[in-house]
Structures are given as structure tokens and as C-alpha cells.
């Protein structure tokens, strides 16, 4: 059974403080993994979809990153519309079991 | 390109009714996933249908079923409604489904409470 483990759950920084959200997962045969953003009473938004490890990709103030094991969302010098809940998910073999959520991770960004 | 759409966005049912939520994918896209999330369990996949046919179902009961029509746009039924079925119940729609590992774009949902 796949997991999908995102820490921290909950992070808080001051405007422009860098910082890396963690997600790691357990899967049998990864075929995909993938960060959305969710904002209070919304869908996921789409972010970003990494296959393979020591792939990476950018959009904005935001970088994911992949190995083996875990990804990370860094984000640099965040801005107050970067709060939201960060949510991972991960793909797997046939894709059977659709995607596999983690339980995610609330970024707040204070001005 | 608009995007995903669902419809109700809030509905409030009492125990033991049924109801039916609908799901309207992106232009193009063939592939329509229902996920379930509420505070406790996170995001959870309940099933996905692709042309019409259903290809892959999550663990939920029974009562949770759905089909798609040939325009791709989706309905998700749940029957016999329960406490617990109170939750936010996204459609996600992808150019070929999961086999494709296609990203999945979601809609906003709707909101189902159960009293």
C-alpha cells in the first residue's frame, strides 16, 4: 500500500523567511508524484509533477525537488499569497489505486 | 479553457437519503476521478471512470457508485447517507486517467453535509 508522510503539518514564517516542505512517501514502482495548493473551501491547483529522482522544477517563488525517497517543495522568500495547505500525492504502478494524498502541510506567511 | 466544474457546491441531506453530485471535466479531457476529503482521512480516491467505463475504484462501500456519459462529464452517487459521509467531495479530471499519470486538474468541489 502506498503512504505518503508531509511534514511539518502546520509551518509558520515571516514574509521573505525561505523554507523546505517535506514529502516522503512509500510507493511500489513510483511513477509519478505531485504537488498541489489548496486554498480554504477550494479544489487542489495543480503545481507540479516530478517522474524521476534528481528531477526539479520551478514556478516562481516556488522549486520541487525529487529523490529516491522524498520530495521537497522549497520556497523562497514567500509572500503572504503563498499561505495555503501544500498537498503531495503520489502515483503508482497501474495507477490503480488513483493518486495518494498526504495529509499535507498549512504555510502560513505573515507580512 | 474553463475548468473543472461541479455542481452543487453545498448541499445538506439528512440520514439515510441519497444523493447524486455532478462533475463537468475540462474540454478534451476523457478521464474523471471522484476523491473524498474530509479533516480526518486527508484526500481519498474513490473511483475513476475513463470512456464511460469505471477503471479503478478506492475502498469505499458500495453505496458510493458513479458512471459517466459519453460527453465525459460525471455523476457521483451515494446512497443511504450517513454521519460520516459529511465531506468535501472533489472531481478531477486528466487527458488519459491514471494510466497516463497525467496530472489531474480538480474542480471546487461539493460540499455534502449529512445531519
Known amino acids: 500500500e502506498d503512504q505518503v508522510t508531509q511534514s511539518p503539518e502546520a509551518l509558520r514564517l515571516q514574509e521573505g523567511e525561505s523554507s523546505s516542505l517535506n514529502c516522503s512517501y512509500t510507493v511500489s514502482g513510483l511513477r509519478g508524484l505531485f504537488w498541489y495548493r489548496q486554498d480554504p473551501g477550494k479544489g487542489p491547483e495543480f503545481l507540479f509533477t516530478?517522474?524521476?529522482a534528481g528531477e526539479e522544477k520551478e514556478k516562481e517563488r516556488l522549486k520541487a525537488t525529487l529523490t529516491k525517497k522524498e520530495s521537497f517543495l522549497h520556497i523562497t522568500a514567500p509572500k503572504p499569497e503563498d499561505s495555503a495547505t501544500y498537498l503531495c500525492?503520489?502515483?503508482?504502478?497501474?495507477?490503480?489505486?488513483?493518486?495518494?494524498f498526504g495529509k499535507g502541510t498549512h504555510l502560513i506567511i505573515q507580512p | 479553457k474553463a475548468g473543472v466544474t461541479q455542481t452543487p457546491r453545498y448541499l445538506i441531506k439528512t440520514r439515510g437519503q441519497q444523493v447524486t453530485l455532478s462533475c463537468s471535466p475540462i474540454s478534451g479531457h476523457r478521464s474523471v476521478s471522484w476523491y473524498q476529503q474530509t479533516p480526518g482521512q486527508g484526500l481519498q480516491f474513490l473511483f475513476e471512470?475513463?470512456?464511460?467505463?469505471?477503471?479503478n475504484k478506492g475502498n469505499f462501500p458500495g453505496r458510493f457508485s458513479g458512471r459517466q456519459f459519453s460527453n465525459s462529464r460525471s455523476e457521483m452517487n451515494v446512497s443511504t447517507l450517513e454521519l460520516g459521509d459529511s465531506a468535501l467531495y472533489l472531481c478531477a479530471s486528466s487527458l488519459e486517467g491514471a494510466y497516463s499519470y497525467n496530472e489531474q486538474f480538480f474542480g471546487p468541489g461539493t460540499r455534502l453535509t449529512v445531519l
Open positions: 516530478l517522474y524521476s
Open positions: 471512470y475513463f470512456s464511460e467505463t469505471q477503471r
Open positions: 500525492a503520489v502515483i503508482s504502478g497501474g495507477g490503480a489505486d488513483g493518486l495518494t
